[in-house]
């Protein structure tokens, strides 16, 4: 499986983003799911995460009722709807997929991850 993620850009705060991670492979719609952020000098941390059902959903303490996690696996397409967006939200933006693991919250653990997207929110 190949990841790649897309979307990111310039916003300011209080606006919106989404971004897009497309899977290559036939057996996307097996992998469980995640998003995951990281800041120059930090860890790269868990932000969303969805079971490859569709039916169960993680989200970090910091964006819970901001963003939404969801995919769409007629398009092999994991999204990351990002609301109301802090100026803390600036960081890379990565995601990963994993057959097995749930919740999907360590990056370097999965079986796949892409490269990144920057996310910017400027005050």
């Known amino acids: 499986v190949q990841l790649q993620a897309s979307g990111g850009g310039l916003v300011q705060v209080g606006g919106s983003l989404r971004l897009s991670c497309a899977a290559s492979?036939?057996?996307?719609?097996?992998?469980?799911m995640g998003w995951f952020h990281q800041t120059p000098g930090k860890e790269r941390d868990v932000v969303a995460a969805i079971h490859w059902s569709g039916g169960s959903t993680y989200y970090t303490d910091s964006v819970k009722g901001r963003f939404a996690i969801s995919r769409d696996n007629a398009k092999n397409t994991v999204y990351l709807q990002m609301n109301s967006l802090k100026p803390e939200d600036t960081a890379v933006y990565y995601c990963?997929?994993?057959?097995?693991?749930?919740?999907?919250?360590?990056?370097?653990?999965?079986?796949?991850w892409g490269q990144g997207t920057l996310v910017t929110v400027s005050s």
């Open positions: 990963a997929a994993d057959r097995s693991r749930w919740p999907l919250v360590d990056w370097s653990l999965s079986d796949y």
């Open positions: 492979g036939r057996t996307f719609r097996s992998y469980n």
